[in-house]
C-alpha cells in the first residue's frame, strides 16, 4: 500500500478549507488528493495529474466515491497551465508534487525503477516514452553515460561505472535491471549505507524523463495559474530536485511574486521513518503567492 510521504506537513501548510480547489501535480495512486477532498467537502474538486496512465487507473477506482469533485488527467506536469486552462479549472487555491516513485511504479509497474527487482530496462512514467534506460546504457557513448550519472545521480564513481558498461555491452546487450546491477557491483565500489546502483539508477530515471526540465516548466506554470494567497507545496527526495525548488521560491520572492514559508525544508520524524522508510530523504519546501 502506498504511504503518502509528509501527509500532515502537506496538509498543514496547504491548509485547504471547505470549497477550495486545488491540484495535485503528481496524483500517483491519490493519497494527497484523498486528503485534500476530504478537507474541502462539499464543493471543493481536485484536478489531479500525472504522466503514468497505470497510476492514474488507481487512483481513480481508490477515489471513485468522490465522482465529479475529482477530475483526472493523463499529463506532463511541466505542461500544469495548459491542462488547467483546458479544463477551465479555476480559481486554483493550492497545488501539491511530490516528486517521489510510488509504490505501484517500484513493485508492480515492471518498468526497471527499482535496483532490487530484475525487471525490463525501461524507467518510463509514460510508456509511450521512446527513450529508455536500456536505450541509454546500450547506446549512448561512454563519456556521455559518466555524464549523465555525474550530474543527475552525483555518482563519484561515474566513470569507472561507464567504463564497464561499455566493456559490458560490446558482450551483449544490458537489457534487464538485474544486468546493470552485475556490472556496477563489480566495479569495485567503496560500501556506504546506500546500494551502489541508487545513484546511477536516480540518473537514469532522470535522464530517461527529463524530469529536471519539466520540474523548472511545472514550477513557472504553477506561479502563473495559482490565485493570490495559494501555495505551492513540493516534496523531493534528493538535492538536485531539492535545489531547483529552493532557488525558484528564492528568485520569485525577489521578485516579490511569491513569499516562501518554510525558511527550512520540513522532513519526517523519526516515526514516519520508521513507518515508511522510503521517507527518509524527503523535503517539503512551500511559498504562497502574494501578488
Do not use: W
Not at 102 to 114: D, V
Not at 204 to 209: D, E, K, Q, S
Amino acid at each position: 500500500m502506498h504511504i503518502p510521504v509528509l501527509l500532515q506537513e502537506v496538509i498543514q501548510f496547504l491548509n485547504p478549507q471547505s470549497n477550495e480547489n486545488f491540484i495535485d501535480a503528481t496524483v500517483g495512486e491519490g493519497g494527497y488528493t484523498l486528503a485534500i477532498l476530504q478537507h474541502t467537502a462539499p464543493f471543493g474538486k481536485v484536478l489531479g495529474i500525472d504522466l503514468d496512465r497505470e497510476a492514474l487507473k488507481l487512483a481513480e477506482k481508490k477515489l471513485m466515491a468522490f465522482g465529479e469533485r475529482v477530475i483526472f488527467r493523463q499529463g506532463n506536469f511541466k505542461d500544469i497551465a495548459k491542462i488547467a486552462r483546458k479544463e477551465n479549472f479555476r480559481p486554483i487555491n493550492g497545488i501539491v508534487f511530490d516528486l517521489g516513485l510510488g509504490t505501484f511504479q517500484i513493485e508492480e509497474s515492471q518498468r526497471g525503477f527499482s535496483f532490487l527487482r530484475d525487471e525490463p530496462l525501461k524507467m518510463t512514467f509514460d510508456p509511450r516514452n521512446t527513450l529508455t534506460a536500456e536505450k541509454v546504457i546500450n547506446e549512448m557513448d561512454v563519456n556521455e553515460l559518466a555524464k549523465i550519472f555525474r550530474e543527475y545521480g552525483e555518482e563519484k564513481n561515474a566513470y569507472r561505472i561507464a567504463k564497464a558498461i561499455g566493456e559490458a555491452r560490446e558482450k551483449e546487450r544490458i537489457t534487464t535491471t538485474g544486468q546493470l546491477v552485475n556490472i556496477i557491483m563489480k566495479c569495485g565500489i567503496k560500501k556506504t549505507k546506500i546500494h551502489p546502483a541508487t545513484k546511477v539508477f536516480q540518473a537514469l530515471r532522470i535522464y530517461v524523463n527529463d524530469e529536471l526540465n519539466n520540474l523548472n516548466q511545472a514550477l513557472r506554470g504553477s506561479t502563473e495559474i495559482l490565485e493570490k494567497k495559494g501555495r505551492i507545496a513540493v516534496v523531493s527526495y534528493h538535492s538536485l530536485e531539492d535545489r531547483i525548488v529552493k532557488n525558484f521560491f528564492r528568485d520569485q520572492q525577489k521578485e516579490g511574486v511569491l513569499k516562501i514559508i518554510t525558511k527550512k525544508p520540513i522532513t519526517p520524524t523519526k516515526v514516519e521513518i520508521l513507518n515508511n522508510y522510503r521517507s527518509r530523504s524527503a523535503k517539503l519546501r512551500v511559498a504562497q503567492k502574494i501578488i
